[in-house]
């Protein structure tokens, strides 16, 4: 079970038939979970038994019983492992995301359902850590993404809806390096101290820094720093954030398109999910992204709880319609 199996799915139509397929499914999903042999998520013991009949095993170390989904995004859900990696391969996978009711209407479950899998999914897409700074030719560009600022909690609502960009919008920073990867985050402001803060954390000093001419970037004097003023000009040889608003367009695009409304209390994994895509588009294949995103998905979990603020989640929710 170290391995994935000799007929792992390679195209979105091969996955549909493959993960249609209960056993199929559940033995790619305990590859995928345990690369290295299957271990115990609460104790790490390798002793266990298997249970076939009801798919799980008991840990001859905690004297506890564990599925392949406890501790993962897909702990406490009643959907099969099946459906997660049919939903989990489109996530992965769609250039401009998938909607909750797409999702709904492949797997034949409530809208609500659909959604709150898509957000688990997107989850697993967050990356652990960023690594090493970036360098070489480096943008930095910041924005201001819109959302209504319906159902965020209180305490969400009073601090983003404050500061400049106007009420409904939050302002994002991205830093991309040319030919490597973007990283994204949501600031409080732009102002100086936050946007150069965030530079002066992920990029290399004495890397090429390529912004625009907003006065807040003024003083990164350990880069070498060049400013395209928009006012006069978009592009002056190597001088331009072309990269950085590309990205932005794919962010907006899906946000306005697929994904009909976002609320900003949202918008971190929105941005998770364009940035997994972006920084796994080169030398990767579908069956690439989408073991990515399953190898991601173990030890962390989101709930209906941390996701709405709400207590009473319905049954519909989770249980197929
Ligand atoms: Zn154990």
Known sequence: MSSLPADFPSTLQDAIVYFGNPEKAFEAAVALRWPNGITCPRCGSKEHSFISTRKLWFCKGCKKQFTVKVGSIFEDSPLGMDKWMFATW????????????????HLGITQKSAWFMDHRIRHAMHPDSFGNKLSGQIEADETYIGGKARNMHAEDRKRKITGTGGKDKTAVMGI????????????????????????????????????????????????????????????RGEVHTNGMENFWSLVKRGLNGTYVSVEPFHLSRYLDEQMFRYNNRKGLNDADRFVNVMRNASGKRLTWKELTGKTDQPSSALVAA
């Open 176 to 235: 991309l390096e040319r030919g490597g990867k973007v990283r994204t985050k949501i600031v409080d402001n732009t102002k100086k101290k936050t946007l150069q803060a965030e530079i002066r954390e992920h990029v290399l000093a004495g890397s090429a820094l390529f912004t625009d001419a907003l006065k807040s970037y003024d003083g990164l004097d350990e880069f070498q720093h060049e400013v395209v003023d928009h006012a006069v000009e978009y592009v």
């Open 90 to 105: 489109l996530v992965s996978n769609c250039k401009n995301g998938v909607s909750s009711c797409e999702i709904a209407r």
